[in-house]
């Protein structure tokens, strides 16, 4: 079965606040997790990685933090904007020379 | 610089035809992932391959489903006597090597079985 999931399928938030995607994975042997955004009709795109010997990596508006305890993973987007609307996942790369194992999405709407 | 290359973009079949979906890797890379979307669902695993050879294949169904990647040309995907079941997105990712750091995906098929 899966290892990776997500908290909430759905999230609303105001244009120019922050949002917050959370996503549980289950194998603590998982060395790599990246998070993809996904538009409608369209493939998934790479947002930010992370690596297991880091709890916290930044990019442009974009935050990923890793708890490795409790196997949580986390996607912050600053000042969050219309075209930030789209279906979120994490992926958790398991060991080494296996595919990347997806998590089922979080649909981010924004709110004019 | 053209990302992963998928085509069709839509696809059309009757019950018990065959479908053929193409990918074209990012130049560079040699290690090609195929992957299964159904509606308002995530990415599911189906096989990866490398040049001429098929290192995992454990998401792909035993019957009807088979995949390969020449030495020369695109990587297929091939559904045979499809059912309204493999109607889904079908995507295609590339990477440069096999510690699965940086996939790209391509824009996927859409397979649609009337």
């Known amino acids: 079965g899966e290892s990776v999931g997500l908290h909430l399928p759905t999230l609303s938030v105001q244009e120019g606040d922050n949002s917050i995607i959370n996503c549980a994975y289950s194998?603590?042997?998982?060395?790599?997790f990246i998070w993809y955004k996904q538009e409608s009709g369209k493939g998934p795109q790479f947002i930010i990685d992370?690596?297991?010997?880091?709890d916290k990596r930044q990019g442009q508006r974009v935050t990923v933090l890793l708890n490795k305890t409790v196997k949580h993973l986390s996607l912050q987007i600053a000042a969050t904007q219309p075209g930030d609307s789209a279906v979120y996942f994490c992926?958790?790369?398991?060991?080494?020379?296996?595919?990347?194992?997806f998590g089922k999405g979080t649909r981010l709407s924004v709110i004019a | 610089n053209a990302g992963v290359m998928q085509n069709p973009r839509h696809l059309v079949r009757r019950r018990g035809q065959e479908a053929r979906l193409r990918c074209s890797p990012m130049?560079?890379?040699?290690?090609v992932y195929w992957y299964r979307q159904l509606p308002e669902e995530g990415l599911k695993f189906m096989v990866y391959?490398?040049?001429?050879?098929?290192?995992?294949e454990s998401g792909m169904p035993k019957e009807r489903f088979s995949a390969e990647f020449p030495k020369e040309g695109p990587s297929i995907l091939r559904i045979q006597q499809v059912v309204r079941g493999d109607s889904a997105a079908y995507f295609c990712?590339?990477?440069?090597?096999?510690?699965?750091?940086?996939?790209?995906f391509g824009s996927g098929t859409r397979l649609t079985v009337v």
């Open positions: 990712a590339s990477s440069r090597d096999s510690q699965n750091y940086g996939y790209t």
């Open positions: 992370i690596r297991s010997n880091m």
């Open positions: 391959l490398q040049k001429e050879n098929i290192i995992d």
């Open positions: 130049k560079g890379h040699s290690h």
């Open positions: 992926a958790e790369n398991p060991t080494g020379n296996t595919p990347l194992v």
């Open positions: 194998n603590s042997a998982s060395d790599y």
